[in-house]
């Protein structure tokens, strides 16, 4: 299908997006302590294990709803810079090293893509946004 319609995917999110049939995902976590990675009977931060969800139960932390689709490609979505170092208060970047070194990696990248002020565009400064959360 895609050599028929190479944006098939594109397409067909921005259809269900303008019939209001928004797509949506839900982030869950497993949290674990420092004494408890010291304890763990492998390397908790080899990507590749699957912790247990008895000892480890997922949490649910929030729910991405995509309900509106872009006014400006190139604003909006070309100038976007996404990074693994965007984190909350309170949660901080572990020991792995391949999340490490994306981390160093995206900054990198974003700042050879979209320049040495890409922090500043406002797709990627909500400060620069209106937020009318309370």
């Known amino acids: 299908m895609p050599g028929e319609h190479p944006t098939l995917s594109e397409t067909d999110l921005s259809d269900a997006i303008a019939a209001k049939n928004y797509p949506s995902w839900t982030l869950y976590i497993q949290v674990m302590t420092d004494e ?13 294990k699957i912790f247990s969800h008895k000892l480890y139960p997922l949490h649910r932390v929030g729910k991405l709803i995509l309900n509106e689709n872009p006014t400006n ?3 909006q979505i070309e100038q976007a810079a996404f990074t693994p170092a965007n984190l909350p208060p309170g949660i901080d970047v572990s020991s792995d090293q391949i999340l490490r070194m994306r981390i160093s990696a995206y900054i990198d990248a974003q700042q050879r893509r979209l320049g040495p002020n890409s922090r500043l565009i406002p797709i990627n400064n909500p400060e620069t946004n209106p937020n009318f959360r309370k």
């Open 36 to 48: 408890q990675a010291k304890l763990c009977p492998f390397n908790a931060f080899d990507m590749t």
């Open 73 to 75: 490609h190139v604003s």
